[in-house]
């Protein structure tokens, strides 16, 4: 028996234990999922890295997952590991609900689910790509257009919520002390 806490050192431990070919086992507690009203923040723990799917591409099968909720996986991004990864970011990339009568009738299933999930990982990072060549050239666009008009960076600041009614009238000023309130003297009076 070997137990480690922390998300970090657990998917560290993970990843060594799975960069060869082996057999792992892992035990969930039902007990404390079922205490906890089976939520996924309860349920299974599932690191994954969600950028990097070219070297590894970590997926969970379960019957018991929701398209609106986890309900059974607590899945987790290493590099945010104390955020849950939302379900539509995660489905049928990271996670698949396994349907126990299609995989019995069809001995493809968990092959096509397989593919699936590697052609979304495979559009995702694309699109990522995309989206940082775009941002590339609209900063170099930008370093051109200062160059060229003279206008100093700071001149070309944009804060998008600046003229917002809700900012415009509202106080810099802090309102309220910081130290905590006694909530029996507050009572009392």
């Known amino acids: 028996f070997h137990a480690i806490s922390g998300i970090c050192r657990i998917q560290e431990y993970l ?27 309860a349920g299974k723990l599932f690191i994954l890295d969600s950028i990097d799917t070219t070297r590894r591409h970590e997926i969970f099968f379960d019957d018991n997952i929701r398209y609106t909720e986890t309900k059974i996986v607590d899945i987790r991004d290493f590099r945010t590991p104390n955020v849950q990864v939302p379900i539509p970011r995660a489905i049928n990339k990271f996670l698949v609900r396994a349907e126990p009568l299609e995989s019995i009738t069809n001995k493809d299933y968990f092959w096509e689910k397989l593919q699936l999930c590697e052609e979304n990982a495979y559009r995702a990072r694309r699109t990522r790509m995309l989206m940082r060549s775009a941002l590339t050239r609209c900063k170099t666009a930008m370093k051109v257009f200062r160059a060229i008009s003279g206008t100093p960076m700071s001149a070309t600041k944009y804060v998008p919520w600046r003229n917002l009614p809700s900012v415009l009238y509202t106080s810099s000023t802090e309102s309220f002390d910081d130290e905590p309130i006694d909530v029996d003297t507050v009572h009392s009076r």
């Not at 990843?15 to 939520?39: G, M, N, Y």
């Open 15 to 41: 990843k060594q234990r799975t960069s060869r070919p082996c057999t792992l086992a892992l035990r969930d507690c039902f007990i404390h999922w079922r205490e906890q009203k089976q939520v996924g923040a």
